[in-house]
């Protein structure tokens, strides 16, 4: 039997007026949430990165960091993790979706590549229904995760960072009820306008939490659209 | 006091093992010529079954710097059973993911277990359409050689899935194991539970706004 994911439990509460029509399922609550999950964690490792780093701790560091930031910018953030903690890929679904979030970031990084890869959810868009199957819950999103990947790549291009765009199959977000983006940082290969940088520079790092971070600032004017 | 005949024997033997070395390197070389030959001119041939005459397929290699599928056409004796035709290709596939110079380096020796097919489940009353599912057993060696990340392990599969449909076009599903067992992951990442629409795999490149 398919799980089902309540998208739209705040409806239940606020009963319609007898003359009006009912309204729509609101799917968000209506302030600015933002989810940042830091993938991996105990003693699932990730990729094991430059030296001895390993993705866990990089994306840890990244959600802190970016989670710090958005703070100050006045944005309410939610995280799955803030230690080194193992979490399954239902749990943390559950996270977000509880935190009827506008935005999920999904954080990892990687050896290979360049720059930051962005990643959306392979399933076909669908119409967002009251319960949602659990396996296929992030189709009703994926148009908005669409643009919100246009705006992380955008605020990236701007800080003069490689992005390269894809959409596949990884967990956990094809259970998430939010507009949802795998942000997966690479070392930034050196090339004719980029200086090559390793994935533990801090200052690539603020390059990239900051680019996240105006992203998101910009994502917080455009999420109800 | 070494007597003159020894010495002769001596002369002569030595004139006999310059001469025996000088015959086998001069045969050393023309092996050497004959086999470089025969690389050049020939095709790869696959030993396996009786392979047919040497087709054009095309390989679909990654590229780790931009995300994209580049088409790489080769020259292949492919085995006449349908199964084998599937695993070769793979096979060459991963081989050029160990070449030197690869955008998607691996280093795998051998990386594909088997391909088994299964006709796609149609609709009830619908007649069957010849779609079919590629069942593609990777070896452990692979999945352990894979490097960790959702792109390389998502263009993994890609470039696997689109080699396939573009030399077998009735393979429209691909469904992966490693070992002959379901795996949650590839490498950490890319998702193994599920079953892959061949044209999820779209080489074309995807444009950024980013500078490169």
Same mark, same amino acid.
């Given at each position: 039997?398919?799980?089902?994911?309540?998208?739209?439990?705040?409806?239940?509460?606020?009963?319609?007026?007898?003359?009006?029509?009912?309204?729509?399922?609101?799917?968000?609550? $209506?302030?600015? +949430?933002?989810? *940042?999950?830091?993938?991996?964690?105990?003693?699932?490792?990730? %990729?094991?990165? =430059?030296?001895? #780093?390993?993705?866990?701790?990089?994306?840890?560091?990244?959600?802190?960091?970016?989670?710090?930031?958005?703070?100050?910018?006045?944005?309410?953030?939610?995280?799955?993790?803030?230690?080194?903690?193992?979490?399954?890929?239902?749990?943390?679904?559950?996270?977000?979706?509880?935190?009827?979030?506008?935005?999920?970031?999904?954080?990892?990084?990687?050896a290979t590549g360049s720059?930051?890869?962005?990643?959306?959810?392979?399933?076909?868009?669908?119409?967002?229904?009251?319960?949602?199957?659990?396996?296929?819950?992030?189709? $009703?999103?994926? +148009?908005?995760? *669409?643009?919100?990947?246009?705006?992380?790549?955008?605020?990236? %291009?701007?800080? =003069?960072?490689? #992005?390269?765009?894809?959409?596949?199959?990884?967990?956990?977000?094809?259970?998430?009820?939010?507009?949802?983006?795998?942000?997966?940082?690479?070392p930034?290969v050196g090339g004719?306008?980029?200086?090559g940088?390793?994935?533990?520079?801090?200052?690539?790092?603020?390059?990239?939490?900051?680019?996240?971070?105006?992203?998101?600032?910009?994502?917080?004017?455009?999420?109800?659209? | 006091?070494?007597?003159?005949?020894?010495?002769?024997?001596?002369?002569?033997?030595?004139?006999?093992?310059?001469?025996?070395?000088?015959?086998?390197?001069?045969?050393?070389?023309?092996?050497q010529?004959?086999l470089q030959?025969?690389a050049t001119?020939?095709p790869e041939?696959?030993?396996?079954?009786?392979?047919?005459?040497?087709?054009?397929v095309t390989l679909y290699v990654p590229n780790d710097l931009d995300?994209t599928l580049t088409a790489v056409p080769r020259s292949l004796?492919?085995?006449?059973?349908?199964?084998?035709?599937?695993?070769v290709l793979l096979e060459k596939l991963v081989e050029a993911f160990g070449a030197p110079g690869s955008t998607h380096a691996m280093s795998v020796v051998s990386g594909i277990?088997?391909?088994?097919?299964?006709?796609?489940?149609?609709?009830?009353?619908?007649?069957?359409?010849?779609?079919?599912?590629?069942?593609?057993?990777?070896?452990?060696a692979l999945?352990a050689a894979q490097p960790?990340?959702?792109?390389p392990?998502?263009l993994t599969?890609?470039a696997m899935?689109?080699t396939?449909?573009?030399?077998?076009?009735?393979?429209?599903?691909?469904?992966?194991?490693?070992?002959?067992?379901?795996?949650?992951?590839?490498?950490?990442?890319?998702?193994?539970?599920?079953?892959?629409?061949?044209?999820?795999?779209?080489?074309?490149?995807?444009?950024?706004?980013?500078?490169?």
């Amino acid at each position: 039997m398919a799980l089902l994911v309540a998208a739209g439990s705040a409806c239940a509460q606020t009963a319609p007026l007898p003359a009006l029509p009912a309204p729509p399922v609101q799917p968000v609550q $209506a302030k600015f +949430t933002v989810v *940042l999950d830091a993938a991996h964690g105990g003693s699932d490792l990730g %990729a094991r990165l =430059q030296g001895d #780093v390993l993705e866990k701790d990089i994306t840890l560091t990244l959600a802190m960091r970016l989670g710090t930031v958005l703070r100050g910018q006045g944005i309410d953030v939610v995280t799955t993790r803030t230690s080194d903690a193992n979490l399954t890929p239902e749990k943390r679904a559950d996270t977000a979706n509880a935190a009827l979030s506008a935005a999920c970031v999904v954080i990892h990084a990687t050896a290979t590549g360049s720059g930051v890869h962005l990643y959306t959810s392979a399933l076909n868009p669908a119409a967002r229904q009251a319960l949602q199957p659990w396996a296929t819950a992030q189709a $009703a999103y994926v +148009t908005q995760s *669409l643009k919100l990947e246009a705006e992380i790549d955008t605020a990236l %291009a701007h800080a =003069q960072i490689p #992005v390269t765009l894809g959409r596949a199959s990884v967990a956990p977000m094809d259970n998430m009820t939010c507009p949802t983006v795998a942000v997966e940082v690479a070392p930034l290969v050196g090339g004719h306008v980029t200086e090559g940088r390793e994935i533990t520079d801090g200052g690539y790092q603020k390059s990239v939490v900051d680019a996240l971070a105006a992203a998101l600032e910009s994502w917080r004017n455009d999420w109800k659209q | 006091m070494i007597s003159r005949a020894n010495k002769i024997l001596f002369s002569v033997l030595l004139l006999a093992c310059v001469i025996m070395a000088a015959v086998l390197i001069r045969l050393r070389n023309r092996a050497q010529d004959r086999l470089q030959a025969e690389a050049t001119v020939a095709p790869e041939s696959i030993a396996e079954g009786t392979a047919s005459a040497p087709t054009q397929v095309t390989l679909y290699v990654p590229n780790d710097l931009d995300g994209t599928l580049t088409a790489v056409p080769r020259s292949l004796a492919l085995p006449a059973d349908r199964n084998a035709q599937a695993r070769v290709l793979l096979e060459k596939l991963v081989e050029a993911f160990g070449a030197p110079g690869s955008t998607h380096a691996m280093s795998v020796v051998s990386g594909i277990n088997e391909v088994y097919f299964l006709p796609v489940a149609q609709a009830a009353g619908q007649t069957s359409s010849g779609a079919q599912e590629a069942v593609v057993d990777l070896s452990g060696a692979l999945a352990a050689a894979q490097p960790s990340g959702i792109e390389p392990e998502t263009l993994t599969l890609l470039a696997m899935m689109a080699t396939l449909h573009a030399n077998l076009p009735a393979v429209t599903e691909v469904h992966f194991l490693v070992d002959g067992q379901p795996k949650d992951t590839l490498a950490g990442h890319a998702d193994l539970t599920r079953t892959y629409l061949a044209s999820e795999a779209n080489p074309e490149p995807v444009e950024s706004g980013a500078a490169q």
